[in-house]
């Protein structure tokens, strides 16, 4: 998968969820979907259109009532939900909430070995300065990045590593995802 289809999908709050439940083998509707992912109806809806923009879900023609459709995996949908899938399990209840924030799981699919700030950033070309800084300082302080700062060059450098479940979750992400220069 390309990175820039991981930032895409990862965007929205609910659409990993969503694909790691469909992945476990929740049924396509709205609401298994919904009482399996936790969702509000607003940000379910807005996930499930994210992921059918995006080509990993479509409607299932000639199942389910109009207000009440019926949504199957595309080819690279089901590739993105054994991901997904794959993510889900590593990580447990508590931590969820961080892997819903927009740049966390790409930040560790840079990090599958010690990076430095520019490195990181250059791997992720539309992240900013500061979501990167925040992104990096909450998973830092949740264990699952650790820095190290050298002291001995000019100005000091920081080096980021994935750590714990951060480098559980980043050799996952990392092998399924390609870095395009």
Known sequence: ????????????????????????????????????????????????????????????PGYGHPLRPEFRLTPLGKSAAKLAGDIHRIADETDRDLLRRSWTLP??????????????KRDL???????LSQ???TMEARHWVSR???????????RYSAVSTGGLLSDVTASAVTFVQ
């Open 107 to 120: 930040v560790l699919a840079s990090l599958q070995t010690p990076r430095h700030f520019i490195e990181i």
């Open 1 to 60: 998968m390309d990175i820039r289809l991981f930032v895409n999908i990862t965007s929205r709050a609910w659409a990993l969820p969503i694909l790691a439940q469909l992945d476990a083998g929740i049924a396509g509707r709205q609401a298994p979907l919904l009482a399996a992912t936790g969702a509000g109806r607003t940000a379910f809806a807005q996930s499930m259109d994210h992921l059918i923009t995006l080509g990993l879900m479509e409607r299932n």
């Open 148 to 158: 190290q700062v050298d002291d001995r060059t000019r100005p000091p450098r920081s």
């Open 135 to 137: 992104s990096l300082k």
């Open 125 to 131: 070309s539309p992240i900013t300065d500061r979501a």
